[in-house]
Nanobody, 128 residues
Framework: QVALMESGGGSAQAGGSLRLSCVGS????????VAWFRQVPGKQREGVAG??????????FYKASAKGRFTISQDWSKKTVYLQMNSLQPEDTAMYYC???????????????????WGQGTQVTVSS
C-alpha cells in the first residue's frame, strides 16, 4: 500500500523558515514526479514546487511566487523529498501536501489530476 507522509509543518513568523519532508513507502521511489501543493479553506489546491526523483528528466519547477524562496530537493537514501521554505509570508499559510506519480518524467506539472498518491498534509501557519 502506497503511503506518503508529510512532516515539518508548524508556526513561523513572517520572514522565517520551515522545512517540510515527504517520505514515501510502499512504492518504488525512483522514477516518480513528486510535487508539493498547498490549500487554504475555500480555495483550490495549488502547486508550489515539483521535481523528478529519477536521475534525469528535467529541473525542479516552481510556482512563480515560490521561486527564489522555496527549494525542493531530495535525499535519495532516505527516499525523502523536502521543501525548504524561506522568507515565509502570511499568505503562505496553508495545509501543505505532497503528491507523487510514477512515470518517466514530470508531465503533469501542477495539475492535481496528474498525481495518484497524496499525503494527509501538514499545516503551515505564518504570522505577521
Amino acid at each position: 500500500q502506497v503511503a506518503l507522509m508529510e512532516s515539518g509543518g508548524g508556526s513561523a513568523q513572517a520572514g522565517g523558515s520551515l522545512r517540510l519532508s515527504c517520505v514515501g513507502s510502499g512504492y518504488s521511489y525512483s522514477n516518480n514526479c513528486v510535487a508539493w501543493f498547498r490549500q487554504v479553506p475555500g480555495k483550490q489546491r495549488e502547486g508550489v514546487a515539483g521535481m523528478y526523483t529519477g536521475t534525469s528528466a528535467g529541473s525542479p519547477f516552481y510556482k512563480a511566487s515560490a521561486k527564489g524562496r522555496f527549494t525542493i530537493s531530495q535525499d535519495w537514501s532516505k527516499k525523502t523529498v523536502y521543501l525548504q521554505m524561506n522568507s515565509l509570508q502570511p499568505e503562505d499559510t496553508a495545509m501543505y501536501y505532497c503528491a507523487a506519480e510514477n512515470g518517466p518524467y514530470c508531465d503533469g506539472g501542477f495539475s492535481t489530476r496528474s498525481y495518484t498518491y497524496w499525503g494527509q498534509g501538514t499545516q503551515v501557519t505564518v504570522s505577521s
